[in-house]
Structure formats: structure tokens, C-alpha cells
């Protein structure tokens, strides 16, 4: 997947240890064949590049992150930015509130018809009533009250009559009588777009109003996708899109690029016949799908708020001049608190997860750890050789522990000290760093 993809790039090239102008081309030239993979639009892929680009070459590499690691973050929050960031929900006023679906036959108008009447239903208990304007196929309707009945909502349909302008007004006049909030208008649609398709759909949105003109694609067909969401939205200056068929493989590049060429929110996504299988629109998740990773992202990003850079050097030329010293044990351990939960945290490593699903870490476990360190003196802190038995004896009495635990802690610190002074070059933000790899 893209994410492997991009640390690989990384690792092939010498001296990963930094963001350069040319382990960036490398890199990106991957982000670009992957992402026109994943169906993204020609020129919104080199756009994007150009913009990741940018953002990778301005940007400090910290001592905690791998830059491929680092690369996959910048690619995954631009991908979540160009998809609108946020996700946008339906802006219902009007009593009735009416929702107009447009779109192609086939690209689940009706199905989405039905979900979105479930959801409304369920989640903000609303009472919809859904309205059969698709007046071309006699099974058109019979498919409506066969969605409508799964999800317990009437349908209003005039089997009879042609004019879907005057379906609909009927239908809100209804809504009204029986107190209906929601209006959902299930419409026809053509195999590809054309001048009669467009106009109906135009009159009826004209005549209604809506509160919402939401227009459904099929996440199947590609580059098309965008093409078709191009030519409606110029006519219907829709408020939304809903991308059905995210089931499966679809790897959700047309996503980015409708959401690029239209500027209008992707508001639902669809993923499977069933009339639950319907989710709100997540640009994150979908920056993760596009990406096919999992929690290294937010692994990344803790661990790159934690870390300050200029803290890591700081403590490296401590460390290969042997200066290492409470403050700074004490120091680590804060931040290493600070990310987070430690089972939490270390479960985010990939492969790790797993293996210590039953084993108990103790966020505690620093408790006595800090309480000893606490009741030292700055003198001892920084000068740990003067640590003698009396004052080993005070600083247990003061810290609420015993004199074993002093001395453990103590020699504890002592072989840290040696061991991180045999690895130069590094210190303990590193060794977080590699734990993540
Ligand atoms: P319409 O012509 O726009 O009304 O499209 P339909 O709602 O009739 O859907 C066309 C076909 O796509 C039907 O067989 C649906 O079951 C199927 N379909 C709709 N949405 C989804 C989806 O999110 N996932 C899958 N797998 N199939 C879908
Ligand atoms: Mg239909």
C-alpha cells in the first residue's frame, strides 16, 4: 500500500535521516503513480504533490519520527485538507425540510434514498416521508416502497402522472397535513447526462427549493465520477455529494478529486446494498483509505508533538559528555507520560499491538520513580556521584519509598547512563523513534 510504499522510498535512498529536495521527488513520484491508482484526477495529483512538496522541504525533521514516516503525514493531512477537512453535515430548515437526490441511473439514488431516510429516523428522529419522482420505469417505484418498507417510511407516488413537479408539490402538501419533517425526492436518471434529464431535474429543484440538493455517484466509475459532478453541480449548484459503492476495494480517489474540481462537500458515503451501510463523510478516514494505512498516522503525530527537537540535541550532547543526570531522566520520563497511555501507545506499534494485548503496562509505574528523583536535591540531581548512604537514607524517607528502591533506581540510572553513553549519537527520543519502525 501507498504508506509502505513511501517509507520504502525513504529507505532505498542514503542518508534518510533528512527531508532533502531529492528523496522528496523520489518519494512523490510514488505518491503520484498511487494515487492515480486510486483514481485521482490527472492534474489534482500533481497539484497535490506540488503542495506536499513544499510542505515537506519547509519542515524540520524531529529526532522522534522517521522522515517516511514523516513524508506519510504531510501526504495524509493534505489528502484530508484538499477533501474539505471537516466533515459537513445536511442543513436542515424548512418545515418540511425538503432533500432533492439527483444523479445518474444506477448510482444508487434510490438505495441512498432509503439509508438516508433510516438515518434521519434513527439518529435525529425525525419523521420522513419519501416521495417516488422517477416516473420513466414502472419498477422505479415499486423499488422506492420496496426500500421504504425496510426502513419503516411511507411513500407518496402518483403512478399515474408524468409531471414530477406536480408529484412533488402534492407530496410536501402531504408532508405537511401528516406531519412529515423531512421530504426526501427520489429522481430519475440517464445512462450519461443529457439536456431532458438536466431540465426535469433543474424545473424540479426550481419549484422546491430544497433545503438540500444532494447529488449521487457511483465511486466505481473513476474518472467519470468527476466529469458528471462537473456537469451537475453547473447546473444545480448542488449543496452535496454522496459517493455510493465505497464497499469493497474502491480505493476512494475520486473522492479527491470531485471534491477538488466541484469545491462542494462530500457529505455521505455508501458501502454496500444494505440499508445500514451508509456512513457520515470523514476526509481523516478517507486520507486513511486513500493512504491504506492504519494508527502509524496518529503514532506519528503523538509522538512528533512530544518530542522537541531542539530538547533531543540538547540531551545528545549531554549524553557523549557524560552529563546525563536526574533532571534529564526526570525530563524523559514526563514526556514519555505525556504521550499518552502507555499500553495505549505501544499498541500502535505495528506488530506490536497484538503481542501485548495481555499484558498489564502500569501507567503507575513511574510514580516511585519520580517521587525519589522529586526529593533529591539540585546538587543531586546533577551531581548523582555524591548519592551516599545518608543521603540515599533521606531522600526514602522524603520520597515515601524505601532504601532498596532508592538503590535500585539509582543503579538503574547508573547502567542507563552507560549504556546511552555506548550508543553515542543517540538518546531516549531516538530509541522511540526506532521502537515505532
Ligand atoms: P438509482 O438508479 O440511482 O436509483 O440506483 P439504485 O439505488 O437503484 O442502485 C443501483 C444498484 O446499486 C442497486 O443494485 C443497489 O443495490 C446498488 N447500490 C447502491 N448503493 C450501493 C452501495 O453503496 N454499495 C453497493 N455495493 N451497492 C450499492
Ligand atoms: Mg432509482
Redesign the pocket.
Known sequence: NLSDRLERSFKIIKGEGKITEINVAETLKDVRRALLDADVNYKVAKTFTDTVKQKALGMNVLTAVKPGQLMVKIVHDELATLMGGESVGLQLTNRPAIILMS??????????SGKLANLLKGKQHKNPLLVAC?VYRPAAIE?LKVVAQQVGVPVYSEPDNKNVVEIATNAIREAKAKGNDVVIV?TA?RLAVDEEMMDEIYRLKQALNPDETLF?VDSMTGQDAVNTAREFNDRLDIDGVVL?????DTRGGAALSIRTVVTKPIKFV????KME?VDVFHPERMADRILGMGDIVSLVERAQEQFDEEEAKRLQKKIQKNKFDFNDFLKQIEQIKKMGNLKDLASMIPGVGKAIKDVDIDDNAFKGIEAIIKSMTPKERTNPEILNNSRRQRIAKGSGTNIQEVNKLIKQFDQTRKMMKMMTGSNMAKMAGMASK
Open positions: 444523479g445518474l441511473q444506477g448510482s444508487g439514488k434510490t438505495t441512498f422517477d423499488q427520489d436518471g449521487v455510493t459503492k465505497l464497499d469493497g455508501g458501502t454496500g446494498e451501510a
